[in-house]
């Protein structure tokens, strides 16, 4: 258990999966604000918006219409931030000069995708049921096993799957075996999202990206320093017992505010056995990963009765891995919200945590307490 000191005195936290460190400063949320404040949403959207682009039988932004879908809806982004084509690029290696050294690029492709969680325009995944989210995740599995190395470890697992294929002709396999997938929601203007649809994004590249990159470092050493145990199912198991930052859990996922948290809210999903990536899910754990998204995102929407903005992601093994880092791999689920203290205001990373290190205000424990008190019926309903 945490000790009660630690909620009045300054302190750093190890960040286990980034192998960094992040200080608490728990007295600083006692501060007067005069900074910036923003408006708490109060928006109220149509079921079908006919100036939305990605709402059934409209049109997008580069004349495509889409089909009229009823559940989930995939396409190729019509403004990729990596492209599957391109020139290509072979940096010139002069010598041993100062350029060479110092001046590095490499070139990078992939393929991007937005997903359409739903043919309803007012939703988020808040306002839906566990049921309406798995064809959610098995799409993400589906964009998963589509990319995958067919030389994978992990090939065994997705044509084991027993879930219902895409459905949509017009995605077809990339032309290059691409070394990770990327899979994320921004949610609410606050997180950069241009449009209130639910819909998330994909992103494969054939770069390992940072983030990932580090969290996969840390999951090996681990296991290599702790006789072939996996970290985070050894983290979930501890958190399970301690319920200090428990907001929820069931059979298969506990989901709660890391011991070693940066955003004030910040959230985490773990699955309680070691599951390498989505095609590890059998359609009950599917079923429970859809409630944990689901008991996470009503919470955030209950504690400040608002549209409560975030940007979420998935974590998993890569695409094209070797033995040791698919079986180093543990799947979970990042949520990082911004807000802080109500509605309007939240928590900036500036200053010191963008020249120094990351901070938080309040502890991850008081954050979680909060969280757990937020279950039961959304706000929206009771209006």
Known sequence: MSEPILNDISHRRLNLLRGSWVLVSPHRNKRPWQGLQESPSKTTLPEYDPECYLCPGNKRNLG??????ERTFVFVNDFSA????????????????????LLRAEAVTGKCYVITFSPSHHLTLADMKPAEIIPII?????????????????????????????????????????????????????????????HGQIWTTTSLPEEPKIELEQLKKYRLENNGSHLLVDYADLESKEKERTVFENESFWAGVPYWAVWPFEIMIVSKQHKRALVDFNDKERASLAEAIVEITRRYDNLFETQFPYSMGLHQAPLNATQEE?????????????????????????????????????????AAERLRGCGGELYRKKL
């Open 326 to 366: 698919i079986e180093a791999s543990h799947f979970h689920i990042h949520f990082y919200p911004p807000l802080l203290r109500s509605a309007t205001v939240r928590k900036f990373q500036v200053g010191y945590e963008m020249l120094a290190e990351p901070q938080r205000d309040i502890t991850p424990e008081q």
């Open 64 to 69: 495509q219409q889409n089909p009229k879908f």
């Open 82 to 101: 990596v492209k599957e084509d391109q020139e290509e690029y072979h940096p010139e290696r002069k010598n041993d000069g100062l350029a060479t050294r």
């Open 138 to 198: 098995e799409t993400w599995t589906n964009l998963y096993t589509m990319h995958l190395n067919p030389g994978s470890p992990l090939m065994q697992a997705a044509n084991a799957l027993s879930i219902a294929p895409l459905g949509q002709d017009d995605l077809t396999k990339p032309n290059h075996p691409y070394r990770y997938m990327q899979i994320f929601e921004n949610k609410g203007t606050t997180m950069g999202c241009s449009n209130p649809h639910p």
